[in-house]
């Protein structure tokens, strides 16, 4: 249990936390939300221990493992698989300890220890995950150098997912994922064994990942019970309840009031009105709750064009004259909403540059009208943007002729206000900077839109925002995000990128959705169900009997199997003098053993037709 008991916490002066508690139970998986800049990620740092508490106690069992997400994984000729391997300290330990070990009590305990944290399903574990996360077999034997920053983010997931720790905090997990992988993240964490503190704003996650919500706001932390969308109802429902209470307590101080004016020199009502005064002085007020600045983003409206804007005619693009998809024969039109769908490495950026005209044909064609104005928003364009100018300085680049208070107005049009248009983009938070990026994609009043994961660091009120904002817009917006309510509240088309090829996906994104998690889950072969004949003779009777003796049989060897095993896996010298036979013999020992499951299975399975056909007969 996870205890958070009146703490409090300022940088620089400026409180984060004031008084804040809050209890986790063990095992729950709880969503932590709030504003940008309210202290979330603080709180991690302080639960961490990273930070120290300026008042109050944060609390967890004495043994608790406490893990997150390293800020980078090295770049160095490890291996995915081994990156991963390594996470899990006490396994990674057991083993190297394996190999140089020479007391042969120590090397049983080990042994033995090394088979109790099932030590040699490790590495099936770890690639599991790493699979899940996007990467394939041969990708996992390559060296985490070979891999940008964002991957190695994913292996950095990888590890501490493979390492389980008691308490696992996530910050914003689903920014260096694609759709797929924030879909298989959202499974895995149903299933995590611990308690998972989870910091996103991606709201399907936060619907179907966690069961609880803990809201930071105002410096003081709230657990609320279901997922976000319950708590968002609840959330409604007091803020709408405290409104009206203000409300009524306004309206009674007012008539309060009016008494004490009209009588208070009156003689005969003195008494009356100082009684009134007293009530007003006691009235502890009820303050109505404060609407924060609306979010907003504000899309200039394109010229309409002519459809289609674009068109391909049997187009290939790919790179150095190899195509990553061929045959494409595409057309959009201005008021398409288009979801690009597929795994990682399908094609879907290669679409996005063709279709931007940052790449060319390899064969076929492509038709644009002559008038088409394309806005590209990609994460990378966020890192590129310059760090030591402001906001109004790259707005006066693109626009040098405009007077400074219409590029203010543009950059309050989305949400950075006059502070923000001053600062360098360096001391921006993340969703400022996504704004930036987003501000200058549309600059020019494009006919398409093309984003390419552009929820990233934006909070919840800007998700909503950004939707409003395309729902409105003028032009056409092709779509590529791992944020599901994102996709399903804007996009009316979807197109499959898959196997070199671009078709239209004519389910929707649930069916999509249920397709990628069938598709990781290996199919369970269905047990036959024993079929017992309405009436079984005498024959029938004898086979069902011979063949419940044969199992029993079958597990008796199967024992005196076991039994010399224990015996040779019991010489301590064994694991001194010959390491390599100790490693066979406890595979041997564990494939044993699934055959003893199997086959006292098949013997009761013959045991209950048996008596089934004993009792008809």
Same mark, same amino acid.
């Given at each position: 249990m996870l205890r958070?008991q009146?703490?409090?916490?300022s940088i620089e002066?400026?409180p984060?936390?004031?008084g804040a508690?809050a209890?986790i139970p063990t095992?729950?998986?709880?969503g932590?939300i709030g504003?940008?800049g309210?202290g979330?990620?603080?709180?991690?740092k302080l639960i961490?221990g990273?930070l120290?508490?300026?008042?109050?106690s944060?609390?967890?069992p004495?043994?608790?493992r406490? *893990?997150?997400v390293?800020?980078e994984v090295?770049?160095n000729?490890?291996s995915l698989?081994?990156?991963?391997?390594?996470?899990?300290?006490?396994?990674?330990?057991?083993m190297?300890?394996?190999?140089?070990a020479?007391?042969p009590?120590?090397i049983a305990?080990?042994?033995?220890r090394l088979?109790?944290?099932?030590?040699?399903?490790?590495? @099936?574990?770890a690639?599991n995950i790493?699979?899940?996360l996007g990467?394939?077999a041969?990708?996992?034997?390559m060296p985490?150098?070979?891999f940008s920053?964002?991957?190695?983010?994913?292996?950095?997931?990888?590890?501490?997912?493979?390492?389980e /720790?008691d308490?696992?905090?996530l910050d914003e997990?689903t920014?260096?994922l694609?759709?797929? *992988?924030?879909?298989w993240l959202e499974n895995?964490?149903?299933?995590?064994?611990?308690?998972?503190?989870?910091?996103?704003?991606?709201?399907?996650l936060?619907?179907r990942?966690?069961?609880?919500i803990?809201?930071?706001?105002?410096?003081?932390?709230t657990?609320?019970?279901?997922?976000?969308?319950q708590?968002a109802a609840?959330r409604?429902?007091?803020r709408?309840?405290?409104s009206a209470?203000a409300?009524k307590q306004?309206?009674?101080r007012?008539?309060?009031q009016s008494f004490?004016?009209?009588?208070?020199a009156?003689a005969s009502?003195a008494k009356?009105?100082?009684?009134?005064?007293?009530?007003l002085?006691?009235m502890?007020t009820i303050?109505?709750?404060?609407d924060?600045?609306?979010?907003?983003?504000?899309? /200039?409206?394109?010229e309409?064009l002519?459809?289609p804007?674009?068109s391909?005619?049997d187009?290939?693009?790919g790179?150095?004259?190899t195509p990553?998809?061929?045959?494409?024969?595409?057309?959009?039109?201005?008021d398409d909403?288009i979801?690009?769908?597929?795994k990682n490495?399908q094609g879907?950026?290669?679409?996005?540059?063709?279709?931007?005209?940052?790449?060319?044909v390899?064969?076929?064609g492509?038709?644009r009208s002559?008038?088409?104005r394309i806005g590209?928003f990609?994460?990378?364009?966020?890192?590129?943007?310059h760090?030591d100018?402001?906001?109004? #300085?790259h707005l006066?680049?693109?626009?040098?002729?405009?007077?400074?208070?219409?590029l203010?107005a543009k950059?309050a *049009?989305? *949400?950075l206000?006059?502070? #923000?248009?001053?600062t360098?983009?360096g001391r921006?938070?993340?969703?400022?900077?996504a704004?930036?990026?987003l501000l200058?994609a549309?600059?020019?009043?494009?006919q398409?839109?093309?984003?390419?994961?552009?929820?990233?660091?934006?909070?919840?009120?800007?998700r909503?925002a950004?939707?409003?904002?395309?729902s409105a817009y003028g032009g056409?917006v092709?779509?590529?995000s791992?944020?599901m309510h994102?996709l399903s509240m804007?996009?009316d088309?979807?197109?499959?990128?898959?196997d070199?090829?671009?078709t239209?996906?004519?389910e929707d994104?649930?069916?999509y959705r249920k397709?990628?998690?069938?598709?990781?889950?290996p199919?369970k072969?269905e047990?036959?169900?024993?079929v017992?004949?309405?009436?079984a003779?005498?024959d029938?009777?004898?086979?069902?009997?011979a063949e419940?003796r044969k199992?029993e049989?079958?597990?008796e060897?199967l024992? @005196?199997?076991?039994?010399k095993l224990q015996?040779?896996l019991a010489?301590p010298?064994?694991?001194?003098d010959?390491?390599?036979?100790a490693?066979?013999?406890q595979k041997?020992?564990?494939?044993?053993k699934d055959?003893?499951?199997r086959?006292e299975?098949l013997w009761?399975?013959?045991?209950e037709r048996?008596e089934?056909?004993?009792?008809?007969g």
């Amino acid at each position: 249990m996870l205890r958070i008991q009146d703490i409090s916490y300022s940088i620089e002066g400026r409180p984060l936390f004031e008084g804040a508690s809050a209890t986790i139970p063990t095992g729950h998986k709880v969503g932590l939300i709030g504003r940008n800049g309210a202290g979330k990620t603080t709180l991690f740092k302080l639960i961490r221990g990273d930070l120290h508490l300026d008042g109050g106690s944060i609390d967890l069992p004495s043994r608790a493992r406490i *893990g997150g997400v390293a800020q980078e994984v090295p770049g160095n000729e490890v291996s995915l698989i081994d990156t991963v391997l390594a996470a899990d300290t006490e396994r990674a330990a057991l083993m190297a300890e394996a190999e140089t070990a020479t007391d042969p009590a120590r090397i049983a305990e080990v042994q033995t220890r090394l088979a109790d944290i099932d030590a040699w399903s490790a590495e @099936a574990r770890a690639s599991n995950i790493l699979r899940g996360l996007g990467f394939d077999a041969d990708e996992q034997r390559m060296p985490c150098s070979a891999f940008s920053g964002g991957w190695r983010m994913r292996v950095a997931l990888a590890a501490v997912l493979f390492a389980e /720790p008691d308490l696992l905090l996530l910050d914003e997990p689903t920014n260096y994922l694609d759709l797929e *992988g924030a879909l298989w993240l959202e499974n895995y964490l149903t299933k995590y064994p611990h308690t998972v503190l989870i910091i996103s704003h991606d709201r399907d996650l936060l619907n179907r990942a966690v069961g609880s919500i803990l809201h930071l706001e105002g410096r003081q932390l709230t657990y609320y019970t279901g997922p976000y969308d319950q708590f968002a109802a609840q959330r409604a429902a007091q803020r709408a309840v405290q409104s009206a209470a203000a409300k009524k307590q306004e309206a009674q101080r007012a008539h309060l009031q009016s008494f004490v004016d009209r009588f208070k020199a009156k003689a005969s009502k003195a008494k009356q009105a100082q009684s009134r005064v007293k009530m007003l002085e006691k009235m502890e007020t009820i303050r109505a709750p404060e609407d924060a600045a609306r979010t907003v983003f504000t899309f /200039p409206d394109p010229e309409p064009l002519s459809p289609p804007i674009i068109s391909t005619q049997d187009a290939s693009v790919g790179y150095d004259g190899t195509p990553v998809l061929r045959r494409l024969n595409l057309r959009i039109d201005q008021d398409d909403r288009i979801a690009l769908l597929g795994k990682n490495g399908q094609g879907k950026s290669t679409l996005a540059k063709l279709l931007s005209d940052r790449l060319e044909v390899l064969e076929g064609g492509i038709n644009r009208s002559g008038k088409l104005r394309i806005g590209f928003f990609a994460q990378h364009q966020v890192d590129e943007l310059h760090v030591d100018e402001t906001p109004l #300085q790259h707005l006066q680049r693109e626009l040098p002729g405009q007077h400074p208070s219409k590029l203010r107005a543009k950059l309050a *049009g989305f *949400g950075l206000m006059a502070e #923000q248009a001053e600062t360098e983009v360096g001391r921006l938070s993340g969703g400022q900077k996504a704004r930036l990026s987003l501000l200058l994609a549309t600059l020019p009043a494009p006919q398409l839109l093309i984003l390419d994961e552009p929820t990233n660091h934006l909070d919840i009120e800007s998700r909503e925002a950004l939707v409003e904002a395309l729902s409105a817009y003028g032009g056409a917006v092709v779509l590529v995000s791992h944020d599901m309510h994102l996709l399903s509240m804007v996009a009316d088309r979807l197109w499959l990128v898959k196997d070199g090829a671009v078709t239209p996906y004519e389910e929707d994104l649930q069916a999509y959705r249920k397709m990628l998690l069938a598709a990781d889950t290996p199919p369970k072969a269905e047990k036959p169900k024993p079929v017992a004949p309405k009436r079984a003779n005498r024959d029938q009777i004898l086979a069902l009997r011979a063949e419940a003796r044969k199992g029993e049989e079958r597990i008796e060897k199967l024992q @005196a199997m076991e039994a010399k095993l224990q015996e040779r896996l019991a010489d301590p010298s064994l694991f001194t003098d010959r390491k390599d036979e100790a490693v066979m013999l406890q595979k041997k020992y564990a494939e044993l053993k699934d055959a003893m499951d199997r086959a006292e299975e098949l013997w009761m399975e013959a045991l209950e037709r048996l008596e089934a056909a004993e009792t008809q007969g």
